[in-house]
């Protein structure tokens, strides 16, 4: 299955490079740049969830002797 990817700049209208993540003339993030950007966000905040909940575990543990 081929994956559509964008061939032009929202902002300016120029020609993207393929698999571009900014546009060479005008600096706007492509839709695959901002797609990576939220896919990041997300791991890091489920991330940081499971480092809390491991404290709060390891909390409960000390705190339970």
């Known amino acids: 299955m081929a994956v559509a990817y964008q061939?032009?700049?929202d902002?300016?209208?120029?020609?993207?490079v393929r698999n571009a993540a900014y546009c060479e003339k005008c600096g706007?993030?492509?839709?695959r740049a901002r797609r990576l950007?939220?896919?990041a966000v997300?791991?890091?905040?489920?991330?940081?969830l499971?480092?809390?909940a491991m404290i709060?575990?390891?909390?409960?543990?000390?705190?339970?002797q």
């Not at 706007?28 to 839709?31: D, F, N, Y």
Request: aromatic fraction near 12%; charge should be positive.
């Open 56 to 64: 709060m575990a390891f909390a409960f543990v000390f705190y339970r």
């Open 37 to 39: 950007v939220r896919i």
């Open 50 to 52: 499971l480092v809390v």
């Open 28 to 31: 706007e993030r492509t839709h």
């Open 11 to 16: 902002r300016c209208g120029n020609e993207l």
């Open 42 to 48: 997300r791991v890091e905040i489920l991330l940081m």
């Open 7 to 9: 061939t032009h700049c």
